[in-house]
């Protein structure tokens, strides 16, 4: 038997980022706005080229420039 969010083609990961919103949207306001804090991700990446570690980006900025520009593009080429 099949988990319900296997069957319906999520991760994991996403399942439970999913579930996470949901009971923290059920809080009451105080303690909502606390978890909601907790819940926030400020991710960096940064490129390395030749030893030498290159710029740190945002990672949710730079995931939606490029999936803006895979739209407008029309995909890979």
């Known amino acids: ?3 319900a969010w296997k069957a319906s083609g999520l991760s994991y990961n996403r399942y439970l980022a999913i579930a996470a919103r949901v ?9 909502r706005l606390q978890a909601e804090r907790r819940g926030e991700m400020d991710l960096k990446f940064a490129k ?5 570690q290159g710029e740190n ?10 999936m803006a520009s895979n739209v ?3 995909g890979q080429a």
């Open 72 to 74: 407008s593009g029309g």
């Open 1 to 3: 038997m099949a988990f």
């Open 48 to 52: 390395w080229e030749n030893g030498k």
């Open 23 to 31: 009971v923290r949207r059920s809080l009451k306001e105080q303690p």
């Open 57 to 66: 980006k945002n990672l949710a900025s730079e995931n939606a420039t490029a």
